[in-house]
């Protein structure tokens, strides 16, 4: 079936008992067995739960993998993958990650012997001469909040020649625009908070995999740690992946929008986004997405002019998270970015006056009235 009917039907068949076209909320703890080791498929709700399990399914479908789990929320969804190294082993991220990311490798899982080591992924060969050997390769495309591109195949190759599993972040782009497995990645990994979801009212995370090993292990790790989606928020994201072909094209028409109307603006030094023909990795992005998403920054030179843009505001919201169909706009350095030292967010470019946005569902008119407001006060 094509993309926009997957996002309806994939994963949920009507209610066995009712009917129902929507998959219930199966808001129970347990389930009664027939006898010893006789069951329906279900026997605990942290083990299975049928709301859950649609989900699943749905999110296996809509990204071309083979199985999902679904996690209480993306960094929980990040650890489970992680448990697939060792102690002892090494791990190289694509040098511009979100800081929750950087922050659970870094504080949490370098105490447990991983070794962690962050490398820019956006040149896949000069990445591959650099990065030495590794069993985990962990990529965004584009990154968070500088917009990088990765080059996913390419970067699949250099970890196929060293045996390591390539784990792809897609939160940004989501399925609808870009499709990691495909590529050759391994694993994908969203948060569900975002635009699977896409209305701000669920926390949640996912892995799509493609490996039957990775597939049980996963499982295994969601059941024995625990940290599994509610039924409730199952139920939400289910809404949510319904609409995301209709949300996304509305996404990504206002976002080119407003890039360009902050590239022309004078209060603005640069303006990061993968669908201008000047970005660095535009073409590879071409190549490998079938749009340029919803999210962009843009550097108004200090955090004086971020700060008076980010108070000016009225529609745009300032707030963490991204995807909802509401405009949010933060600010990377002491929000989703804090945990970074100074010394890593200047290297990385993370500046003071770097703001990032994503770009919601409203009228783009009013959208850029807001900000053209708030830039007369930078």
């Known amino acids: 079936m094509e993309f926009a009917t997957d996002c309806i039907h994939a994963g949920q068949e009507p209610d066995p008992t009712t009917g129902a076209v929507v998959t219930p909320i199966y808001q129970t703890s347990t389930y009664v067995q027939e006898g010893i080791g006789r069951h329906k498929g279900y026997e605990y709700a942290r083990t299975q739960n049928p709301t859950r399990r649609a989900l699943e399914r749905n999110l296996a479908a809509l990204e071309g993998g083979t199985d999902a789990y679904c996690y209480a929320s993306g960094m929980a969804a990040t650890n489970a993958v992680l448990t697939?190294?060792?102690?002892?082993?090494?791990?190289?991220?694509?040098?511009?990650?979100?800081?929750?990311?950087?922050?659970?490798?870094?504080?949490?899982?370098?105490?447990?012997?991983?070794?962690?080591?962050?490398?820019?992924?956006?040149?896949?060969?000069?990445?591959?001469?650099?990065?030495?050997?590794?069993?985990?390769?962990?990529?965004?495309?584009?990154?968070?909040?500088?917009?990088?591109?990765?080059?996913?195949?390419?970067?699949?190759?250099?970890?196929?020649?060293?045996?390591?599993?390539?784990?792809?972040?897609?939160?940004?782009?989501s399925p609808f625009f870009q499709r990691p497995l495909g590529l050759g990645a391994d694993i994908v990994v969203h948060s569900t908070t975002k635009f699977l979801n896409g209305h701000s009212d669920s926390v949640g995370g996912v892995a799509v995999v493609k490996a039957e090993a990775h597939a049980k292990w996963l499982q295994y790790v969601q059941n024995a740690a625990g940290a599994i989606l509610s039924p409730f928020d199952s139920w939400l994201v289910l809404r949510g992946t319904k609409t995301l072909a209709l949300r996304m094209p509305r996404h990504e028409e206002n976002a080119a929008k407003v890039a360009r109307f902050l590239r022309e603006s004078p209060k603005v030094r640069?303006?990061?986004?993968?669908?201008?023909?000047?970005?660095?990795?535009?073409?590879?992005?071409?190549?490998?997405?079938?749009?340029?998403?919803?999210?962009?920054?843009?550097?108004?030179?200090?955090?004086?002019?971020?700060?008076?843009?980010?108070?000016?505001?009225?529609?745009?919201?300032?707030?963490?998270?991204?995807?909802?169909?509401?405009?949010?706009?933060?600010?990377?350095?002491?929000?989703?970015?804090?945990?970074?030292?100074?010394?890593?967010r200047d290297a990385l470019g993370i500046g003071h006056g770097l703001v990032r946005i994503s770009v919601g569902c409203e009228d783009a008119g009013d959208l850029l009235a807001d900000l053209g407001k708030a830039l007369k006060r930078c």
Not at 114 to 131: H, K, T, V
Not at 300 to 323: H, I, K, P, T, W
Not at 337 to 344: L, P
């Open 84 to 173: 697939l190294v060792k102690a002892g082993q090494r791990v190289v991220v694509s040098d511009n990650v979100y800081g929750g990311t950087h922050r659970l490798f870094t504080k949490v899982l370098a105490q447990y012997g991983l070794e962690f080591a962050f490398i820019d992924a956006s040149d896949a060969a000069a990445f591959d001469a650099q990065a030495g050997s590794f069993d985990l390769l962990w990529i965004e495309t584009p990154t968070n909040p500088l917009m990088k591109v990765c080059d996913i195949a390419a970067l699949a190759g250099v970890s196929r020649k060293r045996g390591a599993i390539l784990v792809v972040d897609n939160t940004f782009m």
């Open 270 to 344: 640069q303006v990061n986004w993968p669908g201008f023909p000047d970005h660095p990795g535009h073409e590879v992005h071409k190549r490998q997405a079938t749009g340029f998403g919803a999210l962009i920054s843009f550097d108004l030179g200090s955090l004086e002019a971020a700060d008076r843009l980010l108070q000016a505001v009225r529609l745009c919201s300032l707030g963490e998270s991204l995807g909802g169909v509401e405009t949010l706009i933060s600010h990377p350095a002491t929000m989703t970015h804090a945990g970074y030292t100074q010394a890593e």
